[in-house]
């Protein structure tokens, strides 16, 4: 006999995706307990006093947010409405390079067509028409791709749909030089790419990543919370809290041992971690897809404390919220693909963000964070300071003078402060078009570990990577429906909250 459950509903993880779930779930009115295994929450939308400066936090893992300003979950959730302040700066993301001025992303499609000289008219063609029905491009791109996304009975869709796949199929493949021509343009779209790790061309990743996100980038803009990520995961846990959720930290489930009777468990994890905790209650099949699951290349973080802001070859990149440092196109690809071989490259694609371009306050007595990875080989073990730091020297000179203090961990440490992050695996997964479809298995059900009553509500499932919580939103969907047999989804917004 199994033991009666002591609640509805437990989460494992206190990421995005565990909290989207866990607070799903309470709203419907079912108890839920979360379990963390860290003695802080929120997985990798932290926010954290590493002791580097009095007063200097740092964001450790994700940093800047267009996702979950798009998401629809988060609308649902309408973080603005509970004291969430994200601000987008007026340049989402810029490409220095080598030679001639950088490429820059401005908020406003008008402003970086001008800045694109003979592939503004592409670029307005095509990005600056998907902004306008971004919430379309972001429903195509964030469903659970099992069933056909609502959008698709919307008219806009007859021209969205079709410019959005063209756009994908073109950057996603050996024709990726079309519809751009210059340097600047084709680089600038590139760079996006590297928010996901792999092999360039690439349907997933210089496709479909890269045509989103530059999507977004003029749409709401790249935002950066004022005070940093922790806000966003903070607005969750009240959420949850005020709806009667629990939440535990310090408490690593390694089995379904470790786990408290519960009628679903969702579980904001890795797939062969999954597979490792459920073990032979899984059937046999499904266990073995699990485990199998590729692990994608990684990240290697470096965290600076600066007395001044990063001093820029080309002043305009400083107004970007984010900085895509890897040179050309034709560079950024060789990079990839050596990383890809398992060969550490000296200078690594790296992305940079200084929170401070958007948010002043997190300036303390003239010191400011800055938030840097770059990509490496799974489980690389090498401190990556050094290459980063040479990779921002070559395009702002004079950046080593003002570093007062650092922090690096290597992609093999990643998993230290966060267990999801295997081998400095960031996206839960191998990202590539099948993977991103089949995730983590090409079952018709990607959330539901067999019929066991637990899920997987984490990142390795689709959408994929991003802070946008859909991941648990769906998975918290198909547990209400099965488990409960609560079909509709409750409301989450602020007003049905009664702490609020």
Not at 16 to 37: C, D, M, Q
Request: with cysteine; proline share 10%; aromatic share 4%.
């Amino acid at each position: 006999m199994h033991p009666s459950p002591e609640v509805d509903a437990v989460v494992v993880g206190s990421g995005p995706n565990g909290l989207a779930a866990a607070v799903t779930l309470a709203r419907a009115g079912l108890t839920v307990h979360v379990l963390e295994a860290e003695e802080t929450l929120g997985g990798g939308a932290r926010t954290l006093d590493l002791g580097l400066a009095p007063g200097i936090v740092h964001d450790i893992c994700s940093a800047v947010h267009p996702l979950a300003l798009a998401s629809p979950f988060f609308a649902a959730f309408d973080l603005a409405a509970r004291g969430v302040r994200p601000i987008a700066p007026e340049a989402s993301y810029a490409q220095p390079l080598d030679d001639g001025p950088a490429a820059i992303a401005w908020h406003d499609v008008e402003r970086t067509a001008e800045g694109l000289g003979p592939d503004g008219p592409a670029w307005r063609a095509t990005l600056g028409a998907l902004a306008r029905d971004q919430d379309l491009v972001v429903e195509l791109s964030l469903g659970d791709k099992r069933s056909l996304p609502p959008a698709l009975l919307d008219a806009r869709t007859l021209r969205t749909a079709p410019l959005f796949g063209a756009l994908l199929a073109l950057q996603g493949t050996p024709a990726w030089s079309l519809p751009f021509r210059t340097e600047q343009a084709r680089a600038l779209l590139t760079g996006v790419a590297a928010h996901a790790i792999g092999r360039l061309p690439s349907l997933a990743l210089s496709g479909g990543t890269a045509a989103l996100l530059a999507t977004i980038a003029h749409g709401v803009g790249w935002p950066i919370p004022v005070g940093g990520s922790q806000s966003i995961v903070d607005a969750l846990l009240a959420d949850l809290r005020a709806h009667g959720g629990r939440v535990t930290t310090g408490h690593r489930v390694c089995s379904w041992r470790d786990v408290p009777p519960a009628r679903a468990v969702l579980l904001d994890t890795p797939a062969p971690v999954a597979a490792n905790i459920l073990g032979s209650r899984l059937p046999r099949p499904l266990e073995a897809m699990l485990r199998r699951t590729p692990r994608g290349d990684a990240a290697a973080k470096v965290d600076f404390v600066l007395s001044g802001p990063v001093p820029w070859r080309d002043p305009e990149v400083g107004r970007a919220g984010t900085q895509h440092l890897g040179g050309t196109r034709a560079e950024m690809a060789a990079t990839e693909a050596e990383v890809a071989a398992g060969r550490l490259p000296d200078r690594p694609l790296t992305l940079v963000s200084d929170p401070a371009v958007a948010d002043p306050g997190r300036i303390r007595d003239g010191l400011r964070p800055l938030w840097t990875y770059g990509h490496v080989p799974q489980g690389e073990t090498t401190d990556p300071t050094e290459r980063i730091t040479a990779q921002i020297e070559r395009f702002a000179p004079g950046f080593r003078d003002l570093v007062v203090a650092s922090r690096a961990v290597p992609a093999s440490e990643m998993e230290h402060h966060n267990p999801a992050l295997l081998g400095g695996d960031i996206s839960m997964g191998r990202v590539t078009m099948a993977r991103m479809i089949a995730r983590p298995t090409p079952l018709p059900d990607p959330f539901r570990l067999g019929g066991t009553g637990w899920y997987l509500c984490s990142s390795a499932t689709p959408p994929g990577p991003g802070v946008h919580g859909m991941s648990g939103w769906h998975a918290a969907r198909r547990a209400l429906r099965h488990e409960f047999g609560i079909r509709d989804l409750p409301d989450l917004s602020p007003s049905q909250n009664p702490a609020i």
